[in-house]
Protein backbone atom coordinates (compact mmCIF):
# COMPACT_ATOMS: atom_id res chain seq x y z
CA UNK A 1 0.00 0.00 0.00
CA UNK A 2 2.72 1.96 1.15
CA UNK A 3 4.77 1.79 -2.05
CA UNK A 4 1.37 2.63 -4.26
CA UNK A 5 1.94 5.68 -2.99
CA UNK A 6 5.41 6.76 -3.98
CA UNK A 7 5.80 8.85 -7.03
CA UNK A 8 6.08 7.03 -10.58
CA UNK A 9 8.92 7.88 -12.49
CA UNK A 10 8.54 7.40 -15.96
CA UNK A 11 11.71 7.19 -18.80
CA UNK A 12 11.42 7.25 -22.44
CA UNK A 13 11.97 4.04 -24.36
CA UNK A 14 15.17 3.67 -26.29
CA UNK A 15 13.87 3.86 -28.99
CA UNK A 16 12.73 6.94 -28.32
CA UNK A 17 15.88 8.10 -26.86
CA UNK A 18 17.94 6.79 -30.04
CA UNK A 19 15.69 8.84 -32.10
CA UNK A 20 16.59 12.18 -29.99
CA UNK A 21 19.95 11.47 -30.11
CA UNK A 22 20.19 10.80 -34.25
CA UNK A 23 17.65 13.86 -34.87
CA UNK A 24 20.40 16.42 -32.84
CA UNK A 25 22.87 15.01 -34.23
CA UNK A 26 21.77 14.85 -38.07
CA UNK A 27 20.29 18.10 -37.44
CA UNK A 28 23.72 19.44 -36.04
CA UNK A 29 25.84 18.03 -39.13
CA UNK A 30 23.02 19.67 -41.20
CA UNK A 31 23.53 22.85 -39.86
CA UNK A 32 27.42 22.35 -40.14
CA UNK A 33 26.93 22.13 -43.27
CA UNK A 34 24.91 24.79 -44.03
CA UNK A 35 27.48 26.92 -42.44
CA UNK A 36 30.27 24.93 -44.44
CA UNK A 37 28.29 25.78 -47.68
CA UNK A 38 27.76 29.52 -46.84
CA UNK A 39 31.62 29.60 -46.37
CA UNK A 40 32.46 27.94 -49.48
CA UNK A 41 29.91 30.90 -51.16
CA UNK A 42 31.56 34.07 -49.59
CA UNK A 43 34.89 32.65 -50.22
CA UNK A 44 34.42 32.26 -53.62
CA UNK A 45 32.85 36.00 -53.97
CA UNK A 46 34.63 37.82 -51.72
CA UNK A 47 38.07 36.58 -51.18
CA UNK A 48 39.32 35.22 -54.83
CA UNK A 49 42.29 37.59 -55.32
CA UNK A 50 41.28 37.01 -59.28
CA UNK A 51 37.74 38.58 -58.51
CA UNK A 52 39.43 42.12 -57.62
CA UNK A 53 38.64 43.38 -60.60
CA UNK A 54 34.45 42.43 -60.10
CA UNK A 55 34.24 43.58 -56.69
CA UNK A 56 36.05 46.99 -57.67
CA UNK A 57 32.89 47.28 -61.14
CA UNK A 58 30.41 46.33 -58.11
CA UNK A 59 31.51 48.49 -55.68
CA UNK A 60 31.68 51.56 -57.87
CA UNK A 61 28.07 50.92 -59.65
CA UNK A 62 26.68 50.91 -55.85
CA UNK A 63 24.60 53.54 -55.09
CA UNK A 64 25.70 54.37 -51.43
CA UNK A 65 29.56 54.06 -53.28
CA UNK A 66 28.60 56.52 -55.74
CA UNK A 67 27.04 59.38 -53.80
CA UNK A 68 30.15 59.74 -52.07
CA UNK A 69 32.15 59.91 -55.16
CA UNK A 70 29.74 62.52 -56.26
CA UNK A 71 30.10 64.44 -53.19
CA UNK A 72 33.66 64.40 -53.52
CA UNK A 73 33.63 64.88 -57.02
CA UNK A 74 31.34 67.66 -56.53
CA UNK A 75 33.94 69.29 -53.64
CA UNK A 76 37.06 68.67 -55.90
CA UNK A 77 35.44 70.79 -58.52
CA UNK A 78 34.36 73.49 -56.65
CA UNK A 79 37.57 73.83 -54.90
CA UNK A 80 38.68 74.39 -58.59
CA UNK A 81 36.87 77.71 -58.85
CA UNK A 82 37.51 80.90 -57.73
CA UNK A 83 35.10 81.89 -54.58
CA UNK A 84 31.75 82.66 -54.86
CA UNK A 85 31.46 81.58 -58.51
CA UNK A 86 29.73 78.14 -58.25
CA UNK A 87 25.23 79.13 -58.69
CA UNK A 88 24.13 77.09 -60.81
CA UNK A 89 23.78 73.59 -59.40
CA UNK A 90 22.30 71.86 -62.54
CA UNK A 91 25.80 72.91 -64.17
CA UNK A 92 28.02 71.20 -61.77
CA UNK A 93 25.90 68.51 -61.41
CA UNK A 94 26.53 67.88 -64.96
CA UNK A 95 30.11 68.70 -64.37
CA UNK A 96 29.73 65.81 -61.55
CA UNK A 97 28.55 63.30 -64.36
CA UNK A 98 30.92 64.27 -66.69
CA UNK A 99 34.23 63.73 -64.38
CA UNK A 100 33.25 60.19 -62.79
CA UNK A 101 32.26 59.02 -66.19
CA UNK A 102 35.86 60.29 -68.11
CA UNK A 103 38.05 57.54 -68.86
CA UNK A 104 40.78 58.84 -66.83
CA UNK A 105 38.81 58.92 -63.91
CA UNK A 106 37.03 55.75 -64.38
CA UNK A 107 41.07 54.14 -64.77
CA UNK A 108 41.45 55.81 -61.92
CA UNK A 109 39.03 54.78 -59.31
CA UNK A 110 39.25 50.96 -60.61
CA UNK A 111 42.41 50.63 -60.36
CA UNK A 112 42.19 52.18 -56.55
CA UNK A 113 39.10 49.74 -55.36
CA UNK A 114 40.92 46.80 -57.41
CA UNK A 115 44.32 47.77 -55.16
CA UNK A 116 42.27 48.12 -52.31
CA UNK A 117 40.70 44.52 -52.45
CA UNK A 118 43.90 43.08 -53.18
CA UNK A 119 46.03 44.94 -50.33
CA UNK A 120 43.03 44.07 -47.73
CA UNK A 121 43.55 40.59 -48.76
CA UNK A 122 46.82 40.68 -47.61
CA UNK A 123 46.32 43.03 -44.40
CA UNK A 124 47.12 46.49 -45.62
CA UNK A 125 45.31 49.27 -45.62
CA UNK A 126 45.06 51.10 -48.91
CA UNK A 127 45.66 54.72 -49.54
CA UNK A 128 42.36 56.48 -49.52
CA UNK A 129 43.59 60.13 -51.04
CA UNK A 130 43.15 60.67 -54.29
CA UNK A 131 45.60 63.19 -55.39
CA UNK A 132 46.13 63.05 -59.38
CA UNK A 133 47.71 66.00 -61.26
CA UNK A 134 46.78 64.12 -64.28
CA UNK A 135 43.54 64.33 -63.49
CA UNK A 136 43.16 67.98 -62.52
CA UNK A 137 43.53 68.50 -66.38
CA UNK A 138 40.95 66.86 -67.05
CA UNK A 139 38.63 68.37 -64.63
CA UNK A 140 39.68 71.70 -65.67
CA UNK A 141 38.55 70.54 -69.04
CA UNK A 142 34.85 69.40 -67.91
CA UNK A 143 34.47 72.68 -65.56
CA UNK A 144 35.09 74.70 -68.61
CA UNK A 145 32.75 72.69 -71.00
CA UNK A 146 29.95 72.42 -68.48
CA UNK A 147 30.26 75.76 -66.72
CA UNK A 148 31.85 78.22 -68.97
CA UNK A 149 31.25 81.52 -67.62
CA UNK A 150 33.39 79.97 -64.06
CA UNK A 151 36.42 81.55 -63.04
CA UNK A 152 38.80 79.02 -62.07
CA UNK A 153 41.86 79.13 -60.40
CA UNK A 154 45.72 79.14 -61.45
CA UNK A 155 46.37 75.07 -62.37
CA UNK A 156 49.24 75.29 -59.37
CA UNK A 157 46.93 76.90 -56.59
CA UNK A 158 44.95 73.60 -56.43
CA UNK A 159 44.91 69.97 -57.81
CA UNK A 160 42.14 67.78 -58.08
CA UNK A 161 41.51 65.52 -55.06
CA UNK A 162 39.15 63.14 -53.35
CA UNK A 163 38.65 60.81 -50.73
CA UNK A 164 37.81 57.76 -51.59
CA UNK A 165 35.48 55.38 -48.86
CA UNK A 166 37.71 52.17 -49.36
CA UNK A 167 39.05 51.79 -45.69
CA UNK A 168 38.12 48.88 -44.03
CA UNK A 169 39.56 46.09 -46.40
CA UNK A 170 41.68 44.93 -43.87
CA UNK A 171 38.95 42.64 -42.39
CA UNK A 172 39.09 40.56 -45.27
CA UNK A 173 42.46 39.48 -44.19
CA UNK A 174 40.87 38.05 -40.87
CA UNK A 175 38.14 36.60 -42.47
CA UNK A 176 40.44 34.26 -44.66
CA UNK A 177 41.34 31.93 -41.72
CA UNK A 178 38.21 31.12 -39.80
CA UNK A 179 36.32 30.82 -43.04
CA UNK A 180 39.28 28.47 -44.43
CA UNK A 181 39.22 26.37 -41.47
CA UNK A 182 35.40 25.81 -42.21
CA UNK A 183 35.60 24.82 -45.03
CA UNK A 184 38.15 22.28 -44.62
CA UNK A 185 37.29 21.43 -40.76
CA UNK A 186 34.20 21.92 -40.38
CA UNK A 187 33.08 19.69 -43.53
CA UNK A 188 35.03 16.34 -42.49
CA UNK A 189 33.11 17.07 -38.73
CA UNK A 190 29.80 17.85 -40.73
CA UNK A 191 30.60 14.72 -42.92
CA UNK A 192 31.34 12.39 -39.69
CA UNK A 193 28.18 13.43 -38.34
CA UNK A 194 26.36 12.57 -40.98
CA UNK A 195 27.36 8.84 -41.32
CA UNK A 196 27.24 8.64 -37.75
CA UNK A 197 23.55 9.44 -37.13
CA UNK A 198 22.69 6.83 -39.82
CA UNK A 199 23.80 4.25 -37.18
CA UNK A 200 22.06 5.47 -34.40
CA UNK A 201 19.04 5.85 -36.41
CA UNK A 202 15.57 4.98 -34.44
CA UNK A 203 12.43 6.12 -35.98
CA UNK A 204 13.09 7.39 -38.99
CA UNK A 205 10.14 9.13 -39.32
CA UNK A 206 10.98 11.03 -36.21
CA UNK A 207 14.59 12.01 -37.05
CA UNK A 208 13.31 12.99 -39.76
CA UNK A 209 11.52 15.41 -38.61
CA UNK A 210 14.00 16.90 -36.06
CA UNK A 211 16.29 16.88 -38.42
CA UNK A 212 14.14 19.07 -41.07
CA UNK A 213 13.75 21.08 -38.28
CA UNK A 214 17.37 22.30 -38.05
CA UNK A 215 17.48 22.10 -41.84
CA UNK A 216 14.95 24.86 -42.08
CA UNK A 217 16.17 26.77 -39.23
CA UNK A 218 19.54 27.03 -40.67
CA UNK A 219 18.66 28.06 -43.62
CA UNK A 220 16.23 30.58 -42.35
CA UNK A 221 18.63 31.92 -40.37
CA UNK A 222 21.38 32.68 -42.95
CA UNK A 223 18.94 34.59 -44.95
CA UNK A 224 18.04 36.75 -41.88
CA UNK A 225 21.54 37.69 -41.54
CA UNK A 226 22.31 38.60 -44.52
CA UNK A 227 18.97 40.87 -45.01
CA UNK A 228 19.80 42.26 -41.98
CA UNK A 229 23.64 42.61 -42.81
CA UNK A 230 22.64 44.53 -46.15
CA UNK A 231 20.00 46.83 -44.85
CA UNK A 232 22.53 47.97 -41.17
CA UNK A 233 25.29 48.68 -43.83
CA UNK A 234 23.00 50.31 -46.13
CA UNK A 235 22.13 52.60 -43.15
CA UNK A 236 24.60 52.79 -40.49
CA UNK A 237 27.83 52.20 -42.23
CA UNK A 238 30.57 55.32 -42.03
CA UNK A 239 30.90 57.11 -44.94
CA UNK A 240 34.40 55.68 -45.30
CA UNK A 241 34.06 51.81 -45.04
CA UNK A 242 30.69 51.94 -47.50
CA UNK A 243 32.91 50.42 -50.21
CA UNK A 244 33.62 47.30 -47.93
CA UNK A 245 30.67 47.23 -46.65
CA UNK A 246 29.05 46.60 -50.30
CA UNK A 247 31.10 43.79 -50.66
CA UNK A 248 30.76 42.01 -47.16
CA UNK A 249 26.76 42.17 -48.30
CA UNK A 250 28.09 40.67 -51.48
CA UNK A 251 29.42 37.89 -50.02
CA UNK A 252 26.69 37.40 -47.78
CA UNK A 253 24.09 37.09 -50.36
CA UNK A 254 26.21 34.69 -52.15
CA UNK A 255 25.22 32.63 -49.36
CA UNK A 256 21.50 32.43 -50.33
CA UNK A 257 22.10 29.55 -52.51
CA UNK A 258 23.15 27.46 -50.16
CA UNK A 259 20.43 28.54 -47.94
CA UNK A 260 17.79 27.99 -50.45
CA UNK A 261 19.02 23.95 -51.08
CA UNK A 262 19.62 23.27 -47.12
CA UNK A 263 16.02 24.57 -46.85
CA UNK A 264 14.87 22.64 -49.72
CA UNK A 265 16.61 19.44 -47.86
CA UNK A 266 14.07 19.98 -44.75
CA UNK A 267 11.40 19.83 -46.88
CA UNK A 268 11.92 16.67 -48.17
CA UNK A 269 13.17 15.53 -44.67
CA UNK A 270 10.00 16.71 -43.60
CA UNK A 271 7.67 14.98 -46.47
CA UNK A 272 9.59 11.92 -45.86
CA UNK A 273 9.35 12.35 -42.28
CA UNK A 274 5.17 12.03 -42.87
CA UNK A 275 5.22 9.45 -45.72
CA UNK A 276 7.43 7.80 -43.85
CA UNK A 277 4.82 5.51 -41.20
CA UNK A 278 1.75 5.48 -44.31
CA UNK A 279 4.69 3.31 -46.26
CA UNK A 280 5.34 0.95 -43.38
CA UNK A 281 2.03 0.42 -42.82
CA UNK A 282 1.18 -0.62 -46.44
CA UNK A 283 4.41 -2.46 -46.16
CA UNK A 284 3.39 -4.54 -43.03
CA UNK A 285 -0.06 -4.63 -44.58
CA UNK A 286 1.62 -6.49 -47.15
CA UNK A 287 3.38 -8.78 -45.35
CA UNK A 288 0.93 -10.05 -43.41
CA UNK A 289 -1.73 -10.67 -46.60
CA UNK A 290 1.20 -13.32 -47.75
CA UNK A 291 -0.18 -16.60 -47.67
CA UNK A 292 1.62 -18.39 -44.92
CA UNK A 293 3.71 -21.42 -45.94
CA UNK A 294 2.95 -24.85 -45.30
CA UNK A 295 5.78 -27.27 -44.25
CA UNK A 296 5.69 -30.37 -44.96
Known sequence: MKSALLPQTTTAPPRVRRSSATSLVLGLSIAMISLVASAWAFERQVLDPNRSDR?????????????????????GLVHLAQ??????????????TAMLDSPELSARLNQRFES?????????????????RELRTE??????????????????????????????????????????????????????????????????????????????????????????????????????????????????????GPATAIAATGLALLAFGALWPAFNRRRGAAYLARPASVGH
Open 55 to 75: IAALALDAPEVRQRLEDETAT
Open 83 to 96: PDQLTDTDALAAAV
Open 139 to 256: ARTIMNDNMPGVALKRPTERRFDMQLPIEGYTILSHLQGPIGWLTSVGLAIAVIGLFGSLGLSGDRAETCRGAASWALGSAAAWLLVASLFEMGAKAAMPVPFRAVGHTLTLGLNATA
Open 116 to 132: AHQLGLSGEQPESFLDD
